[in-house]
């Protein structure tokens, strides 16, 4: 599969840029077509949406599963460009509200009544999930949402090299900036971790032994060794050995694809093109650990789907995503398997997927396993932000790290208020 266009891969870099806005009631509402009608069932009119995947086939595949069900007309809308959440969140506030739609967990959709509870739809099938799937989208014992798939996030890296540098595979932070620096040549970068380092802010958490919240709700992500990180992020921004600007951004696998970097942070859904690109010089480690109390750490991105509480059809929406993401198995699989890879969610399909057994495949899914890393519920839109402002002042520009986080802590403090009392 080839590399493909920004304006349909912009979703790994953006899908939570509009939710904070939209929770407010903040955004206007969404134009252009609204995706009713068109469908192939009879009874009620559902709508879903969809932001516009990279991958081929996508679209075509959730229209096909769409149309052999039976018992509504369930039509889609597929948003394509970057504001697929401004889209979504200012149709939430209008009568032309999608009955389903995919997205992450956040609490604050659950606070303001946006989601339905799912609880009696999934609970069972619930030891067929992963159970970290269930937790992530779990409120008060009710869950709130549908993985459809898993997304590992981790370091791919060109074998052929690696070896001619002599450079093993970093596996702390520190040996990653060596090998940065001992990979750069005239025509290549050492290392890629995208177009402005947010690709990775979690990680430099998680690999330093922290973590965003801690179990009460409480910040997590302020200890010495983040600052560090943080630290060691912005000597490698600065050294000349890591590949700033590239034509597209980390979701892409264009960059290692032709040449421009040696190691590049990425997805699993890129598997298949890069392996078809590079064949066998290629190879995957997960964040390397931060300090000496860190460990290595695996993002688990992903997309859920929601039945929107607020909608004219709420039972009749539940219904169609029970027989689509919970009995349909044939085409879960399909999702996460036949338009690059992905982790099927559900243990039972996933112990069948042949593809995820062998070779790189089954490489990373033993990264997910031992370093994954799923959403928490909690850390919001404006959380993420404030985090980002963390990243942009300590990293690409040189703030103090100290500072950027005390400012964080601030916004996120706030927050938690809201959230918690």
């Known amino acids: 599969m080839s590399a493909m266009s920004n304006s349909n891969w912009s979703r790994r870099s953006v899908f939570r840029a509009a939710a904070g806005m939209a929770a407010a009631g903040t955004l206007a509402a969404c134009g252009g077509n609204n995706g009713r009608g068109g469908g ?6 559902l709508v879903q949406y969809f932001h516009a995947y990279g991958e081929a086939g996508t679209e075509q595949a959730i229209k096909r599963y769409a149309k052999a069900y039976s018992k509504a007309n369930v039509s889609t809308t597929w ?3 970057t504001n697929f959440e401004a889209k979504l969140f200012s149709s939430l506030l209008t009568k032309q509200a999608p009955d389903v739609f995919e997205f992450h967990p956040q609490l604050q959709l659950v606070k303001s009544g946006q989601v339905a509870d799912l609880s009696d739809i999934i609970d069972p099938v619930k030891d067929d999930f992963n159970p970290a799937d269930i937790t992530s989208h779990t409120v008060d014992g009710k869950i709130y949402g549908i993985r459809m798939i898993d997304d590992p996030q981790f370091f791919y890296y060109r074998k052929s090299m690696l ?3 002599k450079v093993e595979v970093p596996t702390t932070l520190d040996e990653l900036l060596e090998a940065a620096a001992k990979l750069t040549t005239s025509k290549v970068k050492g290392v890629y971790l995208g177009n402005d380092f947010t690709s990775v802010q979690n990680n430099v958490i998680w690999s330093a032994g922290a973590d965003t919240l801690n179990a009460n709700h409480e910040i997590a992500y302020h200890t010495d060794a983040v600052v560090d990180g943080l630290k060691k992020l912005r ?12 034509p597209t951004d980390y979701w892409d696998p264009s960059s290692i694809d032709q040449g421009l970097c040696a190691i590049q942070w990425g997805g699993m859904w890129s598997m298949p093109a890069m392996q078809q690109a590079l ?3 290629l190879g995957v480690f997960p964040f390397p650990k931060v300090g000496d109390n860190g460990k290595p750490s695996v993002t688990n991105g992903g997309w859920s789907m929601f039945v929107n509480a607020k909608g004219k059809n709420v039972e009749a929406a539940k219904e169609y995503v029970k027989w689509l993401w919970i009995d349909q198995k044939k085409y879960q699989e399909d999702w996460a398997l ?11 399909i996933a112990a069948q997927a042949t593809k ?3 070779g790189l495949p089954a490489e990373a899914v ?9 959403d928490n519920i909690s850390w919001d839109q404006t959380m993420i932000t404030a985090f980002n402002d963390v990243i942009a002042s300590s990293v690409r520009k040189n703030g103090n790290p100290e500072a950027a986080l005390d400012a964080c802590d601030k916004k996120v403090n706030v927050e938690l208020k809201k959230l918690f009392g």
Do not use: M
């Open 163 to 165: 070896e001619k540098a």
């Open 366 to 374: 033993k990264l997910f396993t031992d370093y994954g890393h799923f």
């Open 338 to 348: 036949s338009y690059g890879f992905h982790i099927p969610p559900r243990t039972s």
């Open 235 to 246: 000597t490698l921004f600065t050294s000349g050995h890591v590949l700033l600007d590239a």
């Open 79 to 81: 948003i394509t460009g």
């Open 279 to 281: 064949g066998d010089d």
């Open 356 to 358: 995820l057994k062998t």
């Open 40 to 45: 192939s069932g009879s009874g009620k009119q």
